[in-house]
């Protein structure tokens, strides 16, 4: 099975123990004398019984505390399959029809109309590419430059042949019927950009030391700008127990939040991961003008730290057990992701709303 969490700090028994040779784990569970049985509930009792280790009780609400990360990414999956063999099914009538319309062989018009559009990748397009994701490249220009002009050449080809199917299928009258699984996420009170009534909310479960939620940044940004007044980003903190200093810098980004500077202050500790800490907390409170008081005593008293460890569980009840974990009106999307995977979703809940608003959202405290 390929990697179902990529891109993501995360915690969790159940990957740890899907890893153990399987003859291990049933040695394991014989001299524990493990009874395995599936029982009805008992009266007053919350959740089945669903196995038994000597007179200790496993119920079915451990078990499905334990796996629920692991189902809600498998169910996304189906989905996604699903979706993309839909997609694929359409595609290839919607190009038939349109090559017959045109007397040509689906060949020929796919030249037709990509082939001929296409225009040689420059040597100055490549470097350009290269300046902007230097450090997910990590190796001097020189190394990769014939890689990097084919795939910018493979990219450009990808996005026309895109670009035409989307308008194939805007003129064919294609509707996704297909649902994907969605939740109820909660985002009243918290830490938002953009307006109340975007017809796209997107909530980020993200912990201030994860470098997967760092590498994250750079597509939010880049999907704010594209996407402006459509999309509302909501943020919610998941501080993981390994990251030492993640659960204080959440804190101290909330303590900048009550003086109105909560997305200064956020962006400032993902500018650099490797300062986190009191002083560091402080410096940065400073050189944001902050009443240097009031923040002080605010993060010595941890005052926000309830509301942290709420989000915690929240995010642990929607299946989260990584960051960063974002939910896109509901729909989920596990790991630092590309802006296409983005893209994906949003262009099609977009479409499902044709610009209305998103259902029912609860209004913002919109700090900032």
């Given at each position: ?20 040779p ?34 200790h ?10 796996v ?8 996304n ?6 979706r993309?063999?839909?997609l ?11 090559a017959k ?6 060949a020929?018009y ?12 420059s ?17 001097p ?7 990097l ?13 895109d670009?035409?199917?989307?308008t ?45 939620c ?51 202050y956020?962006?400032?500790l993902?500018?650099d ?8 907390f ?44 974002f939910?896109i ?39 900032n």
């Open positions: 099975m390929g990697r179902i969490f990529p891109f993501q700090c995360r915690v969790g028994r159940f990957a740890q123990m899907a890893t153990k399987l003859a291990l784990i049933a040695a394991l569970a014989m001299s524990a004398g493990l009874i395995v049985s599936v029982v009805n509930a008992r009266a007053g009792q919350d959740s089945p019984v669903v196995a038994k280790v000597g007179n009780e496993i119920t079915e609400q451990e078990v499905d505390k334990l629920k990360p692991r189902m809600a990414s498998v169910e999956e189906i989905y996604e399959l699903k993309q063999a839909i694929s099914i359409a595609d290839d009538y919607v190009i038939q029809q349109a319309r045109e007397n040509l062989s689906e020929e796919l030249k037709k109309k990509i082939g001929d559009k296409l225009t040689p990748v040597e100055q397009q490549a470097h350009a590419y290269y300046d902007a994701h230097q450090a997910d490249i990590g190796q220009f020189d190394k990769v430059k014939t890689a002009m084919r795939y910018l050449e493979r990219k450009q080809l990808q996005e026309r042949r670009e035409l199917l989307d194939l299928r805007e003129q064919a009258g294609f509707t996704m019927l297909l649902k994907p699984p969605r939740v109820e996420v909660a985002t009243a009170g918290f830490p938002t950009l953009g307006p109340n009534d975007a017809p796209v909310t997107v909530v980020e479960f993200t912990d201030f030391q994860c470098p997967f760092r590498r994250a940044e750079p597509t939010i940004k880049e999907l704010r700008d594209k996407y402006g007044d459509k999309m509302r980003l909501v943020h919610r903190d998941f501080p993981l127990p390994f990251h030492r200093q993640a659960f204080k810098a959440a804190v101290a980004a909330h303590c900048a939040g009550d003086q109105g500077h909560f997305w200064q956020h962006d400032a993902f500018a991961q490797s300062k986190l800490g009191n002083d560091e402080k410096a940065i409170a400073k050189k944001l003008d902050l009443n240097m008081p009031q923040f002080q005593n605010c993060l010595d008293k941890d005052e926000h730290a309830d509301q942290i460890k709420k989000d915690i569980a929240a995010g642990e009840a929607l299946g989260v057990d990584g960051t960063p974990a939910f009106n509901g729909v989920s999307l596990v790991g630092a992701q590309p802006p296409e995977k983005f893209e994906s979703l949003i262009n099609t809940e977009l479409a499902q709303t044709k610009g209305a608003s998103s259902p029912s959202q609860a209004q913002t405290n919109g700090k």
